[in-house]
C-alpha cells in the first residue's frame, strides 16, 4: 500500500536545540498531518497542513512548533526550541482528501529524546 | 476525557482463536476507523465504517458499528502471531481538517 516515510527514526538532541524532523508523504496526497505519541499514551493530534497552510492545530501545537512543506519536499515538524516534555513518537501522516471519515496513511515515527 | 477509547487494556489468545476489541465514543460520527500498530511501526488502517453502515468485513476481521450505543466492535477469527499489535479505534470530529481522535488501544497479544 502507500507509504509515508519518516527521517530519522531516531533523534537525540539536547533541551534548547531546534530539531527538524522529516516526512514524505504519499505522492499524490494533498494533506497532511503531524501527531504526538507519548510512550503508553494516546496518539494526540497536533497539526494539518494543507495547500501551504496550517488548517488547524490543536493546544498541543506550541508557538515552538512550525510546519511547512517547501516546494513539494519533505513535510517537516520543526521545534524550536524544544523543551524535555516534546520527547515524544512524532508520527507523520497524509491523506488524498480532508474529509473526516478519510484514511489517513502513517509513517513509522520518529521517536525524539530531548536530554 | 478521551472522545474515542478502547474498553480493555490487553487481551491474550491462542493461534486460531477469535478476539474481540471493544471501543466507545462519546459524539456523533461521520464513520469510525479500526486502525492496527505493530511494534515499531505506525498505525495502519484495517476498516472503516461509516455512521450508516452496521457491519464491515475485510478478510478475517468484521466490524460493527452501534451508533445509538455509540460502540463499536473489531472481532479478529482464526488469528495468527502477525496480528499481534495494539488495536485502536478512531473516530472524527466532526472538523474535517483535525483528522482523527484516537484510543488509548487495546495490546492483542496472540501466542503460538
Known amino acids: 500500500g502507500p507509504k509515508v516515510l519518516q527521517i530519522p527514526s531516531h533523534q537525540i538532541i539536547d533541551m534548547g536545540q531546534m530539531v527538524t524532523l522529516n516526512c514524505d508523504p504519499v505522492?499524490?496526497?494533498?494533506?497532511f498531518y503531524w501527531y504526538k505519541q507519548i510512550l503508553g499514551q494516546q496518539m494526540e493530534f497536533l497539526v494539518n497542513?494543507?495547500?501551504?497552510?496550517?488548517?488547524?492545530k490543536s493546544k498541543l501545537f506550541k508557538d515552538q512548533f512550525s510546519v511547512e512543506r517547501p516546494d513539494g519536499s519533505y513535510f517537516t515538524l520543526k521545534i524550536q526550541p524544544t523543551a524535555l516534555e516534546d520527547s515524544a513518537v512524532y508520527f507523520c501522516?497524509?491523506?488524498?482528501?480532508?474529509?473526516?471519515?478519510?484514511?489517513?496513511?502513517f509513517g513509522s515515527g520518529t521517536r525524539l529524546t530531548v536530554l | 476525557s478521551q472522545l474515542a477509547e478502547e474498553n480493555l487494556w490487553a487481551l491474550s489468545v491462542h493461534e486460531g482463536e477469535s478476539v474481540t476489541v471493544n471501543c466507545s465514543y462519546k459524539?456523533?460520527?461521520?464513520?469510525l476507523q479500526w486502525y492496527r500498530q505493530k511494534s515499531g511501526e505506525g498505525p495502519a488502517q484495517l476498516i472503516l465504517?461509516?455512521?450508516?453502515?452496521r457491519e464491515k468485513r475485510n478478510g478475517r476481521l468484521r466490524a460493527t458499528l452501534d451508533t445509538s450505543s455509540q460502540s463499536s466492535s473489531l472481532s479478529i477469527t482464526a488469528t495468527r502471531c502477525e496480528d499481534t499489535a495494539v488495536y485502536f479505534c478512531?473516530?472524527?470530529?466532526?472538523?474535517?481538517?483535525?483528522?482523527?481522535?484516537f484510543g488509548l488501544g487495546t495490546r492483542v497479544s496472540v501466542f503460538p
Open positions: 505522492s499524490n496526497h494533498l494533506y
Open positions: 459524539t456523533s460520527i461521520t464513520a
Open positions: 465504517i461509516r455512521s450508516n453502515e
Open positions: 478512531a473516530t472524527d470530529v466532526g472538523n474535517y481538517a483535525q483528522g482523527l481522535t
Open positions: 497542513f494543507y495547500n501551504g497552510k496550517v488548517m488547524e
Open positions: 501522516a497524509s491523506s488524498l482528501e480532508g474529509w473526516s471519515a478519510e484514511t489517513l496513511y
